[in-house]
């Protein structure tokens, strides 16, 4: 996935948070962005499924318990349309426009969820992630790691669960297997042990941001 045909022409940067449910990344998602905007990036937080209008209706449609039928492939097709909005509409705009981007779940939630947790396959999902994105991918991933009993358990505890969250731990226990698979695959996917405190995360996460700006700006040349 990483190649010198993605990615064209952007000047912003996309960061993507990842992990199984109840992993913790919407408040990661949160304390980024506030660190990132002190620092005076202009920075868009966004997630998926959702984001723009058409988006955020497939999402109601997916994770419809009332739905109970609905075969892994049609799921996996609509989290790809669902993207290819989101992308279109909010994600390239402003990356274009030069910001930092962080996503709630991206490409890799679909090939750990649908490539290995419905067990469609990791390179058929990546291929078709590929086309839904225009070629567009995270220059970082963060993959807040919690064991799948622990999601089980926060998923469980706090609400009742979606459709997608009714599957139980065997299926979290391959969604996970893939998640691992991708941080040993990909460069960009630094695996962070989702157990510890929110600010001891928080932490690890800005000085793996704070590098990797850094290299950026070296490699643009600029101070
Ligand atoms: P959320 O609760 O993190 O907002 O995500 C909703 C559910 O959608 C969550 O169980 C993960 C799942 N999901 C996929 O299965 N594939 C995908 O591509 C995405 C983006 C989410």
Redesign the pocket.
């Known amino acids: 996935m990483e190649g010198d045909e993605i990615n064209p022409i952007l000047r912003g940067y996309l960061i993507t948070i990842e992990g199984l449910?109840g992993c913790g990344?919407s408040t990661q998602a949160r304390l980024l962005s506030s660190y990132l905007k002190g620092k005076g990036y202009p920075v868009l937080v966004t997630?998926?499924?959702?984001g723009p209008p058409i988006s955020e209706k497939i999402r109601e449609l997916?994770?419809d318990r009332s739905h109970p039928e609905m075969v892994g492939l049609t799921?996996l097709f609509l989290?790809l349309a669902s993207?290819s909005q989101h992308v279109a509409e909010v994600v390239k705009p402003a990356l274009q426009k030069g910001f930092l981007v962080i996503c709630?779940?991206?490409i890799d939630?679909?090939v750990a969820?649908?490539g290995y947790?419905r067990e469609i396959g990791a390179e058929v999902v990546k291929g078709l992630n590929r086309v839904a994105t225009q070629g567009i991918f995270p220059h970082l991933t963060f993959v807040l790691d919690i064991s799948p009993k622990l999601a089980w358990e926060r998923v469980r505890g706090c609400r009742s669960p979606?459709r997608?969250?009714s599957q139980g731990l065997k299926f979290y226990e391959r969604v996970r297997e893939g998640y691992l698979a991708l941080a040993q695959e990909e460069k960009r996917v630094k695996l962070i042990d989702g157990r510890g405190g929110v600010r001891q995360i928080g932490e690890e996460i800005r000085q793996i941001v704070n590098d990797f700006l850094k290299e950026r700006r070296r490699e643009n040349n600029e101070k």
């Open positions: 449910d990344k997630r998926e499924p959702g997916i994770l799921e989290y993207r709630e779940r991206f939630s679909s969820y649908q947790g979606d997608l969250e």
